[in-house]
């Protein structure tokens, strides 16, 4: 199968690669195709012609997303709406990546979110990305949209950060009211070829690892399976603003994506303890 990656350096597309590097695989990044280049995009699908197009590009400072303007609607809505339309024009079904900031994160925690629940979203990310999918459905049929969350892989992510400050500090202080799944890019990588190779029907899916946590208790399990001595401390959000004198994008406190749909297409979804046991092996952490 010919397939085109898009954002092919980026973490999420490294696990793609790998995954499904027995196909013919192009790889494309902002230098050599930018994908808010509309022109551009056209005309490289039309060269090319892949059978599909995974879109692994994306603005994904959450943060920095507040302040820098244009750039964010650009790659996260335009860039997809670009890539909607060349594989229309072309036949390609389009695989994009999606996240849990479409939703507000204010349902209560004893709920989790269904792909058609009402979407929220309460920043500028979370706006762009929101469009992003608008922008695709409203230009092909053919389309697999993915909404992740609390993704880590081959790239800057918390486990890594966490892992420094383990090392570096006797005690840390974690937020405790953000509930979520965190998600191994090997897993979602995973998820995206079974998908493909399956054939499940076009659509919308929630593609996060099973079961729910807080960053808090992620933290003692990353800290209990690497054998990191280091005393993880409970705090709000807010008082961890307060503690770190920082402002930052308002996060979510329900991340929590149900993924009843996925896996009633049979397709197999690891639990996020089993994942991140696997990722700390692969990493050399275990
Ligand atoms: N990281 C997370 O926790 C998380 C959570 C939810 C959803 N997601 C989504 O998952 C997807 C993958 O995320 P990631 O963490 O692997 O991203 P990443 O930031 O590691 O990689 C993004 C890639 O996109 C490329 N890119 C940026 N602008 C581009 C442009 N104009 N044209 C072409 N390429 C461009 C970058 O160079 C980079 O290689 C994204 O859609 C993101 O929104 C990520």
Sequence with gaps: MKILITGANGMLAKSVRKRLAENELICTDVE????????????????????????CAAYTAVDKAEEAGEIVEKINSNGPENLAKAA????????????????????DIENVYKEDDRKSPVTAYGVTKLHGEEKIKQNTDKYYIFRTAWLYGDGNN???TMLNLGDSKDEISVVCDQHGSPTYAEDLANIIAQAIEKKIPYGIYHATNQGYTTWYDFTKAIFECTGTVCKVNPVTTEKYIEMMKITQAK???????SKEKLLAQGIEVPEWEDALKRY???EGKM
């Design 88 to 107: 229309k024009e072309n036949d390609a079904v389009l695989v994009h990546i999606s996240t849990d900031y479409v939703f507000g994160g204010d349902l």
């Design 280 to 282: 700390l092996k692969a």
């Design 251 to 257: 996060r979510p406190k329900n991340s929590q994506l």
């Design 158 to 160: 918390f486990v890594r």
């Design 32 to 55: 050599d195709l930018d994908i808010t280049n509309q022109e551009a995009v056209l005309q490289y699908v039309k060269e090319v012609k892949p059978e599909y197009i995974i879109n």
